[in-house]
């Protein structure tokens, strides 16, 4: 696969920094829904789906899974109403891009639904946001009412005829509901808890009609796709994930933040170029290339491109693009304890492995770090993460497993320690 990373304007943070953004009249001085306005009056669905089909617009929420397919899994034959759902419940410690993007673009993020919305029928958009989210959530709000009174919502939108509407939908506050079967039943009022595929949402989704979930991001691509053309999409990126995304940096650098940057781009590069490097002159350690559920990487490791293909040939993944830096003072068994603590209050219970699992990984973190682990316990820890994964409903016994597997895997030597000292050998490392 080819590998190119292009100088490339930022085309979904481009006007970020003009507050009139937010606004529809702002949004549209900028061109905002010319785009969707041609697209509707001048294109079939069919010729939408194939467009983005042929852009190859992966999702940007963490399964990485081809957009323009999704759609077209949507049938187009059933009488009664089809539904979007876009996923903006952004719950990946480390990740916050999607917050971002609602509050800077929210009128973007409109626009990119309104046009699957014309190629997979769907009457209505059901916008499923984090329940902490509540500033974003007051200016999404605040978009769809001006939106609707503008006519770009409603039974006539933008004069082609179609009708779509936007409906806000806050969350209570559960990591679970990212997982978009887990989504559905809570957007249908039911505890949140992943569904069993077979049937996939596209057959029976939210209300037991075809539904198709993407989140926030890539919902924001698609305008630039249609107003600048696949052949400009491709251009960026990678020959496989094409396109750019926004890394959010946090962690020990001296500039954490949020960098709309060519899928492809190096995690070294990253890091020490945009932001800015590990601060006090301190060495890097390892680094979370996409939200705590992906493995990390030792830093030997971290000249890979960023995309998908390349990840996965370090055994990572670019996951929600969330990147978490650790410098050399960092207690790889306390990171161990934090991440395992986080899986274990999340896990929805309905599956023996995960709910059981995710407890004695804590536990079993906690013993070792506290100066009671035993070499044995290292062992137990990989088979319980070994018998986690891949044998649930949905993947979240999968993403508690990973990180405890990876942490092992490159710095198993840093657990011994604990065991044989009794105590953690890193004084300066952050405080449980």
């Known amino acids: ?16 920094a003009d507050p009139g953004y937010t606004t529809l009249s702002g949004y549209r001085a900028q061109g905002g829904y010319e785009t969707a306005r ?7 669905p069919e010729e939408v789906i194939g467009t983005l089909k042929n852009a190859g617009l992966k999702g940007r929420g963490g399964a990485g899974f081809d957009a323009g397919l999704k759609w077209s899994f949507m049938p187009r034959d059933q009488a009664g109403p089809s539904y979007l759902v876009c996923n903006a419940d952004e719950s990946e410690p480390g990740s916050f891009k999607d917050r971002v993007l609602m509050e800077r673009g929210p009128h973007q993020l409109l626009e990119g639904i309104l ?14 946001i984090r329940g902490e989210y509540a500033e974003p959530a007051r200016i999404l709000q605040r978009a769809i009412d001006e939106a609707t009174a503008g006519g770009v919502l409603g039974s006539n939108v933008l004069g082609t ?23 559905l039943e809570s957007l249908e009022g039911k505890k949140g808890q992943p569904r069993r595929k077979p049937p996939y949402p ?11 979930v993407n989140n926030v991001e890539t919902f924001c691509h698609v305008p630039h796709v249609f107003a600048r053309g696949v052949d400009w999409f491709r251009s960026i990126g990678t020959e496989e994930s094409p396109g750019t995304t926004l890394f959010g940096v946090s962690g020990h650098v001296e500039r954490p933040g949020l960098y709309e940057l060519p899928l492809g781009t190096r995690l070294d590069e990253i890091i020490f170029e ?23 990487l030792p830093a030997g490791h971290l000249d890979v491109p960023m995309a998908n293909e390349f990840l996965r040939e370090h055994g990572s993944s670019l996951g929600t693009g969330g990147v978490i830096v650790m410098d050399e003072t960092t207690c790889m068994v306390r990171v161990g304890c934090v ?77 011994l320690e604990h065991v044989r000292a009794e105590k953690c050998p890193f004084p300066e490392s952050f405080e449980l």
């Open 161 to 183: 005829g179609f009708a779509h509407q936007v409906v806000l939908v806050r969350g209570a506050g559960a990591y679970i509901c990212g997982e978009e079967t887990g989504l």
């Open 339 to 415: 991440i395992s603590e986080f899986f274990r209050d999340e896990s929805c219970g309905q599956c023996t492995q995960c709910r059981e699992g995710t407890g004695w990984l804590h536990k079993l973190m906690l013993r070792i770090e506290r100066g009671g682990g035993t070499e044995a316990d290292l062992d137990v820890l990989e088979d319980v993460a070994g018998k986690m994964e891949g044998q649930t409903i949905c993947a979240f016994a999968d993403a508690a497993a990973w990180p405890v597997q990876a942490l092992l895997r490159h710095f198993r030597s840093e657990f």
């Open 38 to 44: 041609r697209v509707l009056a001048e294109q079939s």
């Open 1 to 16: 696969m080819g590998h190119r990373v292009p100088h490339v304007t930022h085309y979904l943070t481009e006007h970020f």
């Open 274 to 296: 945009h932001a800015g490097g590990v601060p006090g002159g301190r060495k890097l350690k390892a680094a979370i290339p996409g939200g705590v559920s992906m493995p990390l």
């Open 202 to 212: 596209a057959e029976c989704g939210a209300f037991g009609r075809p539904t198709t």
């Open 115 to 128: 046009i699957p919305a014309f190629a997979t029928g769907a009457a209505t958009t059901f916008l499923y």
